[in-house]
């Protein structure tokens, strides 16, 4: 993920980030899981108001939500996700023409998804409390090896302006970028920091290259090499494809 070097970053307060209220079918279709993928052992974090963990351990599965807000207790989570289900939703009715609404059924149909979801999210977390763990990344409270599959939604890009997520992750760069450029066959492969300006320089030198290339007639296209499946929209609804 990148930002504009000249993006302005403001700390991210703990009530700025809504504990969001999402369905299983939202789950399913934004990471485009299939009946495989939920038999595995799922992780959700930050699970926030989901219902994915309970509607999977209704159907029979095995999955666990994480998330910072859950260490509030029961009184004081339940007041928070409902809460914040208000300010959800008043949010996105105050900005209703920039949404394509028929996508969820209309207005009111998102309005229901929400509502639902936090319902039986916190009817299953009376029911099941073990299944939701005070937690946050980097480190969570799990045993080693006690998942197949984490799931991580929208955290990471809703809120990309107001964090830095190599910090956040703390993943480690270098092995990120290894493994990147063996999954690309060699292509270039860059990490990027609007916090560390010499990885700025590195992009701003490769682009350079590139423009120097084509002007001088030596630039020739090449194929973009492997990516992850990833979903294209369109008139019919859209489709999930790679670059294999």
Known sequence: MTASPQTTFHALEDTDVLVSARSLDEYTDMFGLD???????????????????AEICAAGGDAVAVDP????????????????VERSLAQKHAREIDYDWDVRGGVVGH?????????????HLAAAPERYVAGELPSLPLADDSADLVLC??????YADRMDLADHVDVEVPRMVEDATRAREGAPVLALSRKRWDTVGQLCEWVRGLHHQHLSGDHVPTDPGPMAPHFHADEEGGFFHSHA
């Open 111 to 123: 309005e229901v998804i929400r509502r639902t979801a936090a319902d039986r999210m916190l009817g």
């Open 153 to 158: 939604s929208h955290l990471l890009f809703t």
């Open 69 to 84: 807000q859950y260490a509030l207790g029961a009184d004081d989570l339940r007041g928070r996700i409902l809460a914040d």
């Open 35 to 53: 009946e495989a993928d939920l038999g595995r052992r799922i992780v959700d974090c930050p699970g926030g108001a989901a219902s994915a963990v």
